[in-house]
């Protein structure tokens, strides 16, 4: 697929992952749609750096666990650019839940925000993709939803959820619409993990190291560029930590 002048949709793009994302595919020519939910300051920064390499860019705040606002995200996409050509989704959350202190509302929170937004993004995708016969979904997932780990049930099962769902959709959505899947390692902990609790995982990784998201960017444009022939398969870019 060249990507050079389509539009693209990168979910939870104002920050991490999701911004280094954007920015390489606005690197390559690609019109970029920034979501946000809270990060609307971190969003217009990113919006700022995509636009000095000459793509247009549309900015929206979206709550993806509520029907209405990711209709309405999706109509505005429309309004813009009158098309969508790739949806990565990558927006997620993930809270510390130990299983036994764990609340129904916390296991919906993570739930919704993980999978169920990712159900809901691809199938207004899935819409607009088909009458155009093309297009490519990528959704983000993680090595923890094969291999689960204390204390992240709900983060687990939802991680879990989305590989069953790109097998899913790409069946769906075949032949025309490509969907993949990248399941991460560590590549960027979370700001509240200690020197110590890094080190400790970093020593678990056989290559002994923490990724970075420049690995998820070369995965995504290799689904993306690479090859049109991969669909419904789950990539793991964790540094062989699955196999440890």
Known sequence: MKIQGSVALV???????GRAVALALAKRGVHLVIHYNRSAKEARETADRCQRYGVRVLSVRADLTKGRDVSRLFRE?????????????NAAIFPKTPFLKCKE????????????????????????????????IINLADWAGIRPYPDYLPYCVSKGGVMTLTKALALELAPNIQVACIAPG?????????????????GKVPLKRIGSPEDIV???????????FITGSTVFVDGGELIA
């Not at 979910?11 to 992952?17: C, D």
Request: charged share 30%; aromatic share 6%; hydrophobic share 40%.
């Open 11 to 17: 979910t939870g793009s104002a920050q991490r992952i």
């Open 77 to 89: 996409i429309l309004r813009s650019f009158r098309r969508l050509d790739i949806l990565v989704n």
């Open 105 to 136: 509302s916390e296991w919906d929170r993570v739930l919704d925000t993980n999978l169920k937004a990712v159900f809901l993004c691809a199938q207004e995708a899935g819409r607009i993709m088909r009458k155009r016969g093309r297009g490519k």
């Open 186 to 202: 560590p590549i960027l902990l979370p700001p509240r993990y200690t020197q110590k609790e890094a080190k400790k995982i970093k």
């Open 218 to 228: 070369q995965t995504v444009v290799f689904l993306l560029e690479g090859t049109d």
